[in-house]
């Protein structure tokens, strides 16, 4: 059974930092990974997402550099770390994973999904 498990969300205050983790079981040999999100009252958008080897990656613009994914094969997790935080970033961020090694940002492209992990930025 594949399960892909994130964590790592909070409420935090305009400026800060988080860092998003989404372990993986059930599968032999991940493929691409990424993070999409979804405000309240929008539709899921997406964030960031990575190669099976991590050597590619890519992102959305309305991140602005804020964001960095990263992945560690060997604990098959991946990670999204997340800076100067603002509150339009208050969503549920999903991560998900594919077979396909390469990396898209077209979330129907993903067959697996986490539970999703609450972001909360105010003051």
């Known amino acids: 059974q594949v399960q892909l498990v994130d964590s790592g969300g909070g409420s935090v205050q305009p400026g800060g930092s988080l860092r998003l983790s989404c372990t993986a079981s059930g599968l032999t040999n991940t493929g691409a990974m990424g993070w999409f999100r979804q405000a309240p009252g929008k539709e899921r958008e997406f964030v960031a997402a990575?190669?099976?080897?991590?050597?590619?990656?890519n992102y959305a613009d309305s991140v602005d550099n804020r964001f960095t994914i990263s992945r560690d094969n060997a604990k098959n997790t991946a990670y999204l770390r997340v800076n100067d935080l603002k509150p339009e970033d208050t969503a549920v961020y999903y991560c998900?994973?594919?077979?396909?090694?390469?990396?898209?940002?077209?979330?129907?492209?993903?067959?697996?999904w986490g539970q999703g992990t609450q972001v909360t930025v105010s003051s």
């Open positions: 998900a994973a594919r077979a396909s090694s390469i990396p898209s940002s077209r979330d129907a492209e993903y067959k697996f």
């Open positions: 990575i190669s099976r080897d991590g050597v590619f990656t």
